[in-house]
C-alpha cells in the first residue's frame, strides 16, 4: 500500500486559512482519501473524502461550506483547504486511504488500512 505523508500544517489565526497536502509514494491511494482529525484522546472525527478516481466529495457537518477536498492525480496528491478556521478546529489532521472501502463506510476511521503519521493545526482565537 501507498505511504501517506501529510504536510501544512501550523498556527493560524481565527479565520485564517491553511491548505494541508496528503501525498502518496510508493503506489496510488486506492477507491477514496479521507481527511480525519483528532483531538487529545477522542475519537477521530471525518472531516472530508473523496473518490479518487471520479473526484465526488463529502464533507462532515462540522466543516460544510469552509472546507474543501480536491486532488491532484498528476501529483498523487490529496488537499484539504481549509477557510474561516476556528478554534474548534484545532486538532492532528490525518490522512487516510483505502483501496477496498465501500462508500457507506468511508465516514468511519476503523474503515481505513492505510494512515499517515498527522500534522498538528492549531487555530488561535
Known amino acids: 500500500q501507498a505511504q501517506l505523508v501529510e504536510s501544512g500544517g501550523g498556527l493560524v489565526q481565527a479565520g485564517g486559512s491553511l491548505r494541508l497536502s496528503c501525498a502518496a509514494s510508493?503506489?496510488?491511494?486506492?477507491?477514496?482519501v479521507a481527511w480525519f482529525r483528532q483531538v487529545e484522546d477522542k475519537e477521530r472525527e471525518f472531516v472530508a473524502a473523496?473518490?479518487?478516481?471520479?473526484?465526488?466529495?463529502y464533507y462532515g457537518d462540522s466543516v460544510k461550506g469552509r472546507f474543501t477536498i480536491s486532488r491532484d492525480k498528476t501529483k498523487n496528491t490529496v488537499y484539504l483547504q481549509m477557510n474561516s478556521l476556528k478554534s474548534e478546529d484545532t486538532a492532528v489532521y490525518y490522512c487516510?486511504?483505502?483501496?477496498?472501502?465501500?462508500?457507506?463506510?468511508?465516514?468511519?476511521?476503523?474503515?481505513?488500512?492505510?494512515w499517515g503519521q498527522g500534522t498538528q493545526v492549531t487555530v488561535s482565537s
Open positions: 487516510a486511504a483505502d483501496s477496498s472501502i465501500i462508500l457507506s463506510s468511508i465516514y468511519i476511521s476503523r474503515a481505513y488500512a492505510n
Open positions: 510508493g503506489r496510488t491511494f486506492g477507491r477514496y
Open positions: 473523496i473518490n479518487w478516481s471520479g473526484g465526488h466529495t
